[in-house]
Every structure is written in C-alpha cells, then in structure tokens.
C-alpha cells in the first residue's frame, strides 16, 4: 500500500507522470461522439497528465466504430478497440479495462450521462489515496419515476441476499487505480455483472456524488427486458439465495400438502365424504405444478450458468485496435507512426 501512495506522491509533484486512461464503452453513439470528445479532450488536455482515451466499439451499426478508427488514426491520444460484434456494456468494459495502460482508470460513458468535468475530482481521490473512486448519483435526471423505483428496490433486494454489499445508485462511472483493475483482471468469469464485481474486489474506496445528466443524444440501449435481464443475472451471479429460496418454498408447500391431506382424512373419517374434492385436488395441482416448474427454472439458470462459464469462451472478441504510437517514450527518437493490428482470443 505504501508503494502507490508514494507514487502519487511523487505524481502531485510532477504531474505528467501520472497516466490516466479513460475507457468509453461506445455501441451506436455517432451523434454524442464529438461532443464528448471535445469535452473529454477540453478536461484532459487541462490537467497536465499523461492521457489516453480507450475507445471500445462494441459492434456500433451507425458508423461509430469508422467515426472512432478516424480519430485514433489522427491524434496518438486515442486507442480504438473494435469488438467482432455486440457483445454488450459488461463485455465492452472489460475489453477496454484489459487493454488500457493506465495508472489510474476512469471508466465513463459515451452519452455525456456522466460529466467529464468530474475527472479531476476523481484524480484527486485517487491521489489522496483510494484504489477505487465511485461515482454516486445525487439525483437521476432524464428517468422515469418507475425505473427510479424499481433500480431502488432491486438495490434493496439485492444487498440483502448477497454477501457482497453492491452501493446503490452508482452505475459504472468510476476510477480504479492499477491495484484495482489488476484485481479485476484476475476475475475470469463469463457471465459479468460488472457492479457486483467491482464490489467483490473490495479496496479502499471513496464516493463521490453527483447529478446524472441527460442523455445529450440518441436513446438508452436499455429497455425493461434487458434491465431485468441484467437484474436477474446480478442476483443469480452474485447469491445463491433464489436457491435456497425455492428449496424452502417447497418444504414449506409440501408440509400444508400433508397437513391438508390428514385434514381431508380426518373430516372424511368422521363426517364421510360425498364424492367432491374436484376444486382441492386441482387446487393443490397447479400449486405444487406452479412450485416445482419455479424451482426447476431456478435450478436450470444456475446450471446455464455452469454451463455457459465451463465452456470458457471468451468474454469478447476483438477485431482490430487501431492507435497511431507518436511517442517518444516508446522509441527515444523521432516519433513513429504505427497501426497496431491484431486480433485476440483471449479476455
Ligand atoms: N453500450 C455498449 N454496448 C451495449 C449497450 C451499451 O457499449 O450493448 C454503451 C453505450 O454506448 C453507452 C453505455 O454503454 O456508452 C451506457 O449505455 P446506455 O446509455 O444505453 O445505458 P443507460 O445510461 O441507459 O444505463
Ligand atoms: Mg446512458
């Protein structure tokens, strides 16, 4: 621990030697992408430190990635990754967290949603000494009152079930020192919920709270489906609770199924029985047909898990990464001007 902080020490003296990356999950952002660039470059170039901004293109069907491969090819600042494909956020962010070369790391995204004006704050934390930098939102304009409410209670539902505490209302938007994106390296798992495995690394971590702003353009890639998708897979990645859920919701049917059925017996012994029971039995059929399917899909999307992690797939592809290498810190001599080509198939 005293290494680092020796190092930012030494970064508060002489500032260019502090390298930051910046990460930018992009997926059909075409119309935001000059605005941020602009005001990601307006905040940077202002701060006096070595920068890079990592451009992940995660299969953009409206020219982003062209868009993106032009700027890496025009300013050594920035670094293009094209994925094969749509893999999604989670994918898209691990692609750019491996690839970026930073000391410190800010993950940010490409719809102006999350201030760049902020990084220097974030520095500022990093410097004082948190690992990790989170960025809480204050208020969240430009949302609807329901997925306000609904992001509240599955926060809520989720730090009680799971070990891990996941802070609510922080989305991405974060820094994470070297420490922390090695740590973050070494989780090798397919199915990514990237909050539950920020929070799992642990390291001391300080929240800083802001105002989301508005989408500047285009429209959110979410829709209810994928959020409860990505809600699903937060809580069935990060607990076994529904598990244990299920398994006590059956113990418990199953003792009023006995408890009922000595009932019946007892009422029939003593009062006989005029053939009815019709309702009951398909009552407590579809009860217990309703049980047992639950549990066996919660059973089965464990398994598709398993499945899906004992495969070892890649989390992503890359297809190219594209930066044009004008430094002298690389060569010693005149600047070169190279396009890094090449293609992995390993996360
Ligand atoms: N994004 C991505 N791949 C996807 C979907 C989204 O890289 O499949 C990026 C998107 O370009 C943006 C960030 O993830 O930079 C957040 O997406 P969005 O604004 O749609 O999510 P929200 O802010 O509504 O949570
Ligand atoms: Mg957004």
Redo the contacts with the bound molecule.
């Keep these: 621990m005293s290494a680092p902080s020796n190092n930012r020490q030494a970064d508060l003296q002489s500032p260019r030697q502090t390298h930051l990356s910046v990460v930018?999950?992009?997926?059909?952002?075409r119309p935001v992408l000059p605005l941020l660039l602009e005001r990601l470059q307006r905040v940077l170039s202002s701060l006096d430190i070595n920068y890079e901004l990592v451009m992940?293109d995660?299969g953009s069907r409206d020219g982003s990635g062209e868009y993106l491969v032009h700027l890496a090819l025009a300013s050594s600042t920035i670094k293009t990754i094209r994925l094969s494909r749509?893999?999604?956020?989670e994918a898209?962010?691990t692609a750019g967290i491996v690839e970026a070369s930073g000391d410190a790391i800010i993950i940010i995204?490409?719809?102006l949603?999350d201030p760049p004006e902020l990084i220097p704050d974030m520095l500022q934390a990093w410097r004082d000494g948190a690992e990790v930098v989170c960025m809480k939102r204050r208020t969240r304009a430009g949302e609807t009152t329901a997925k306000r409410i609904s992001a509240h209670l599955f926060y809520r539902l989720l730090n009680r079930i799971s070990a891990v505490d996941i802070p609510e209302d922080t989305?991405d938007f974060r820094l994470m020192s070297r420490q922390a994106v090695d740590a973050m390296n070494l989780l090798t798992e397919r199915n990514r919920y990237m909050k539950g495995l920020f929070a799992w690394i642990g390291l001391p971590t300080t929240i800083i709270e802001y105002d989301r702003a508005p989408?500047a353009a285009g429209?959110?890639?979410?829709n209810y489906f994928g959020l409860s998708k990505l809600a699903f897979e937060g809580i069935t990645s990060f607990s076994v609770a529904p598990l244990r859920l299920t398994m006590v919701a059956g113990v418990l049917t199953a003792l009023a199924g006995i408890l009922f059925g000595l009932w019946i017996v007892a009422k029939t012994l003593m009062l006989g029985e005029p053939v009815q029971g019709y309702p009951s039995i398909i009552a407590l059929m579809t009860i217990l047909g309703g049980v047992q399917l639950i549990s066996i899909g919660l059973v089965g999307e464990y398994v598709g898990k398993t499945y899906l992690e004992a495969k070892q797939r890649p989390v992503y592809l890359i297809r190219d990464i594209i930066q044009k290498q004008a430094s002298a810190r690389q060569s010693g001599q005149d600047a070169i001007t190279s396009i890094k080509k090449r293609k992995i198939n390993a996360a």
């Design positions: 930018v999950p992009v997926y059909n952002e992940v995660d749509n893999f999604g956020k898209a962010l995204d490409a719809d949603q989305g989408r429209s959110s890639k979410w």
